[in-house]
């Protein structure tokens, strides 16, 4: 038998960590909770959870401060961190992506959809060793040895370029990637092109997609990651 997946919750609301609680533990997860950075920071060095639900604005140490802090620590670096922010702090969802974050979810947020995000996020940790010739993204069905794309099991034609942005979104595992890491791993560091034309392909994947146009979601501010169930998209 399986251990239970465990997540530690740190967020100075109360009321807040005893109803994602509630939902986490239904959904079959072990839970820890603590209501300051520190302490968090602490648990998280002390118990190497599953995950990690954390709150940006916290009094003492903030939740920026706590997943730099694990980011930089070989014990902790791979554990996977959702921050949880309030609407309109777009400043600090883009430093808290920058320090590794693998997600994030604005407050006040439908509790399905955070159950869907760390759904999403902890498969993406599952399956962050398997075989590279096979990638599977939700509907979306890699064949590297083939270089060919299947969603919805249905065929989708694209560019070896359009191949390429597709493969690096997939890869990423859900983790947000910029214009320039796009640029880079598309078409390669010694190319020169215009800072929007990653913008470009990725219109044209979209339009290639259709029905299926939402599992290239754009963060504003940020560049573009790939969603696996359409629940995991910002309410």
């Not at 990725?202 to 990651?225: D, F, N, P, S």
Request: proline share 4%; aromatic share 4%.
């Amino acid at each position: 038998m399986s251990r239970k997946k465990k997540i530690l919750v740190v967020d100075d609301e109360r009321d807040l960590v005893e109803l994602i609680s509630m939902n986490l533990v239904r959904n079959g997860y072990e839970v820890l909770t603590c209501h300051d950075g520190k302490l968090g920071l602490e648990m998280a060095r002390k118990h190497l959870p599953d995950m990690i639900l954390l709150d940006l604005m916290m009094p003492g140490m903030s939740g920026q401060d706590v997943a730099a802090r694990l980011k930089g620590d070989p014990q902790t670096a791979s554990i996977p961190i959702i921050m949880l922010t309030a609407r309109g702090e777009e400043t600090d969802i883009i430093v808290g992506l920058s320090l590794g974050a693998d997600d994030y979810v604005t407050k006040p947020f439908n509790m399905r959809v955070l159950m869907a995000r760390v759904s999403a996020v902890m498969r993406r940790k599952s399956n962050a060793d398997a075989p590279p010739q096979h990638i599977t993204a939700g509907p979306m069905l890699i064949d590297q040895s083939r270089h060919e794309i299947t969603i919805g099991g249905k065929p989708v034609n694209v560019t070896p370029t359009e191949f390429k942005l597709l493969m690096a979104l997939a890869v990423a595992r859900g983790r947000v990637l910029s214009r320039d890491q796009l640029t880079a791993r598309v078409m390669g560091s010694e190319v020169f092109v215009t800072d929007r034309a990653i913008d470009v392909h990725v219109t044209a994947v979209r339009k290639k997609l259709g029905e299926y146009q939402w599992m290239i979601h754009t963060v504003r501010g940020v560049g573009y990651r790939l969603l696996e169930d359409r629940e995991e998209e910002t309410v």
